[in-house]
C-alpha cells in the first residue's frame, strides 16, 4: 500500500465530486444562527472563515453579504478557492495561530475542522486564537463530530459497524474508497482508514486520519478557558443531520446524535493573553 497524506485534498475537484454541495446549507445555517444571537454590533457582518476547504461556504456567505475573510491550511484548497472565487480573500494559515488583519464580528469553523487538532493544548490554542480574532462580543460557530455518540448503542453501530464502500466518478475515471474506523481509547480519538482504488492505480493507496473525540460538557470548558461563553449548544438540527437545518427550528438539547453544533460569544473587554496563551 501507498501512504498518501491526502487523496481528497491533494485533488480539490475530486474533493468536490465526492462530497458534492455548493455551501448554501451551512451559510444558511451560520446567517439564521448569526440572526438569532449577534448583538446589535453586528452590522459589519466581518466573518472569518477557518478550515474554509474549497471556499464554497465562504462564498455562499460573501452572497449572503459578509465582508468574509478565510483561511486554510491546505495549500491546494486555497489555490483551488482563489481559481475558483477569485473575489475571495483566501489563505493558507493554521488555526493554532490565525491571525485577523482587523477584529471580525464572526468565526466560524465548520466541518469538524477543530477535531483535526488532537492535543487538548492544542484545541485551546486553536479557541484562543479564535477569540484574538473577535471584538469583545463577537459570535464563534462551530460544527463538528459528537463524542457522546459514540457512548450510544447507535452511534457504535452507526461508525464502528461495517466498512463502507463508495466509488465517485471524476474525468472518467470510477475512484473506489473503502473506509474502516475505530476507537483509539488512549488517545481519545476517533480513527479512520480510507482505502483507494482505481483503473490504472498499480497499489491501493491507503489514507489514515483522526478527529478528536471532545464531549459536550468538556468543550464548554475548554471554550470558558479560551475566552468564550457558551450561549447554544445542540445536537440537531444542523447541515448534516435529519432533518436539515432548520428542521422545526429547536434546538435538540439531549447531546446524543452525531454532529454537535456551538454559539460562543467572546467575553467583553479587551483581549490579553496569559503566559499560557489563554485569551483574558
Known amino acids: 500500500m501507498l501512504t498518501s497524506e491526502n487523496l481528497l485534498t491533494d485533488n480539490p475537484a475530486l474533493y468536490e465530486r465526492t462530497f458534492p454541495d455548493n ?8 446567517h439564521d444562527l448569526v440572526t438569532r444571537f449577534a448583538d446589535t454590533a453586528t452590522r459589519s457582518r466581518r466573518l472569518l472563515d477557518i478550515g474554509a ?12 453579504g459578509y465582508r468574509v475573510s478565510a483561511v486554510d491550511i491546505s495549500a491546494r484548497m486555497v489555490a483551488y478557492a482563489r481559481a475558483k472565487y477569485p473575489e475571495l480573500d483566501v489563505t493558507v494559515g493554521d488555526a493554532r495561530d490565525v491571525e485577523a488583519a482587523a477584529p471580525v464580528d464572526v468565526v466560524t469553523c465548520l466541518g469538524s475542522t477543530l477535531l483535526h487538532l488532537h492535543d487538548t493544548a492544542d484545541i485551546v490554542a486553536a479557541l484562543t486564537r479564535f477569540a484574538a480574532c473577535l471584538r469583545p462580543g ?7 463530530r459528537n463524542g457522546a455518540f459514540l457512548l450510544t448503542d447507535r452511534g457504535r453501530q452507526e461508525l464502528l459497524g461495517d466498512e463502507s464502500i ?26 479512520r482508514r480510507r482505502v483507494w482504488t ?4 498499480d497499489q491501493p493507496v491507503a489514507q489514515d486520519t483522526a478527529w478528536r473525540l471532545l464531549f459536550p460538557r468538556e468543550l464548554r470548558y475548554l471554550l470558558g478557558l479560551s475566552g468564550f461563553e457558551v450561549v447554544a449548544l445542540f445536537d440537531r438540527p444542523g447541515p448534516l443531520t435529519d432533518p436539515a437545518w432548520p428542521g422545526d427550528g429547536v434546538l435538540g438539547d439531549r447531546l446524543d446524535d452525531d454532529r454537535l453544533h ?17 485569551v483574558a
Open 23 to 30: 455551501g448554501e446549507r451551512n451559510a444558511r445555517f451560520v
Open 53 to 64: 476547504g474549497t471556499g464554497r461556504d465562504a462564498a455562499r456567505l460573501a452572497d449572503l
Open 138 to 144: 463577537g459570535l464563534l460557530i462551530l460544527e463538528m
Open 166 to 191: 463508495r466509488t465517485v466518478e471524476w474525468e472518467g475515471v470510477g475512484y473506489t474508497s473503502r473506509t474502516s474506523l475505530s476507537v483509539d481509547l488512549p488517545e481519545q480519538l476517533l480513527r
Open 198 to 201: 482505481w483503473d490504472g492505480c
Open 262 to 278: 456551538v454559539v460562543a460569544r467572546r467575553h467583553a473587554g479587551p483581549a490579553t493573553v496569559s503566559p499560557a496563551g489563554v
